[in-house]
Nanobody, 115 residues
Framework: DVQLQASGGGLVQPGGSLRLSCVASGFTFSNYTMSWFRQASGEGPEWVSSIARVGGTAAYADSVKGRFTTSRDNAENTLYLQMNSLKPEDTAVYYC????????RGQGTLVTVSS
């Protein structure tokens, strides 16, 4: 079974930083593009970023471009999201997914940006 477990969320002040991690199991991690989505309370899911299988090429939503950086460690089956210059509108539950399939998400992690 595909398992994806995100962690690293928390409460941070505007302008602060957080680094999220997502540990994958149940499939060959290095064979898949991986993505981050987020979902704010009462809203639908929003694609945040995707990263290629190898090489580190990543794409970002306009809302996070220049502030967030996605990376991965294929040896450790782990996906990362470095979030800088956080804004209140970044508040959401963050999920990692295999490719861009939101249905594959596992446990998310809550990020709250507030003073």
């Amino acid at each position: 079974d595909v398992q994806l477990q995100a962690s690293g969320g928390g409460l941070v002040q505007p302008g602060g930083s957080l680094r999220l991690s997502c540990v994958a199991s149940g499939f060959t991690f290095s064979n898949y593009t991986m993505s981050w989505f987020r979902q704010a309370s009462g809203e639908g899911p929003e694609w945040v970023s995707s990263i290629a299988r190898v090489g580190g090429t990543a794409a970002y939503a306009d809302s996070v471009k220049g502030r967030f950086t996605t990376s991965r460690d294929n040896a450790e089956n782990t996906l990362y999201l470095q979030m800088n210059s956080l804004k209140p509108e970044d508040t959401a539950v963050y999920y990692c997914t295999r490719q861009s399939d939101f249905r594959s998400r596992g446990q998310g992690t809550l990020v709250t940006v507030s003073s």
